[in-house]
């Protein structure tokens, strides 16, 4: 009797452990997450997104800017990818993304094709943690390993992004202490910044740069006001690209622009403006490799900024409302 009373309690003492083994590696986050329940994942998202570059270029660059606004958000739980509902004002009308975030129809065609082949399995921020990626690679970017298991939020915060996310005239200091609030050293928001080699900026974003700074190209200013009057409400909607260079290509060029004075957003110029960052920009104008690898590792930290995990959150079935 003692024998059996001791194998039982063996028994239950090994199913328990197992069980609890089996809840701290959800956890974690794993490349191999969806290896078995849904193993045609990044091809559906590779092939969605190539469709999307190719329909037009800009749409990488819009995915990735998409993923950055959702980490720096409370961590990479497509909380921005969430409609507004009555108990409470989400992410996209805060005043960084309103008019301005883009790519939410690309999510949404990629949910689609992963629901069909993989119900209710993926995550809104597995797949937009994939889309960025894929999107940059497409741009010639460089690719990094992508963490997946993430669940989506339940709810997002108006105010957490208005109060989280950078102005386009924040000063180094300020970005330097926004970025290692969110586990970043200096020299990686510097890396994150070179995203800004891809897409675009309204105007009503970089009008204080063109008529209120003095170390701005006097030839690129001219240029940039054609499209950007300096009373306010006139061409406020106004695109220009973030790197008039190669606006559709992933090069180190962004750089090349700073050390020239034609950092269309004042946040942009601040990085090369005689502080901390300038060696930094000097090193990536001048050696592209390194701007790669440092933006590949920067990219691979921030997708793993507090991933939501089971048993928080959920999968929705629409990545715009919760289930």
């Known amino acids: 009797m003692a024998f059996s009373c001791s194998r039982i309690l063996l028994g239950m003492f090994l199913l328990c452990s197992s069980s609890v083994v089996g809840y701290v590696h959800a956890q974690f986050l794993s490349p191999d997450f969806y290896n078995s329940s849904c193993p045609g994942l990044v091809s559906i998202v590779q092939e969605e997104m190539r469709s999307a570059v190719a329909a037009e270029s800009r749409m990488g660059a819009s995915v990735l800017r998409l993923f950055y606004h959702d980490c720096f958000v409370s961590g990479c739980d497509a909380s921005v990818l969430l409609d507004d509902t009555p108990a409470f004002a989400g992410e996209k009308n ?134 950007c009057p300096a009373a306010s409400g006139f061409g406020d909607d106004n695109w220009e690209p973030l790197d008039a260079q190669s606006p559709a290509g992933f090069d180190s060029a962004y750089y090349q622009n700073l050390m020239l004075r034609q950092g269309l957003l004042r946040s942009d110029q601040e990085l090369f403006n005689g502080g901390s960052q300038d060696s930094v920009v000097t090193m990536y104008s001048n050696n592209a490799a390194a701007f790669r690898n440092d933006f590949a590792a920067a990219m691979e930290k921030m997708a793993g900024m507090s991933p939501m995990t089971w048993p928080s959150g959920q999968i929705r079935l629409d990545c715009r409302r919760v289930n």
């Open 94 to 227: 805060a005043i960084p993304n309103a008019q301005s975030l883009r790519g939410y129809e690309v999510i949404d065609g990629i949910k689609a094709k992963v629901e069909e082949a993989c119900p209710a399995i993926v995550s809104c921020a597995d797949i937009l943690a994939l889309a960025a990626r894929e999107g940059t690679v497409l741009l010639g970017g460089p690719s990094w390993m992508v963490q997946l298991g993430r669940r989506d939020a339940t709810t997002a915060s108006q105010s957490a992004a208005n109060r989280e996310l950078p102005s386009p005239s924040a000063t180094l200091n300020g970005l330097i202490s926004l970025f290692v609030s969110k586990g970043f050293s200096a020299q990686d928001m510097t890396a994150l910044s070179g995203a800004h080699t891809l897409g675009f900026a309204r105007c009503v974003n970089f009008r204080p740069r063109l008529y209120g700074d003095a170390d701005v190209d006097p030839a690129f200013a001219a240029q940039r006001r054609q499209s």
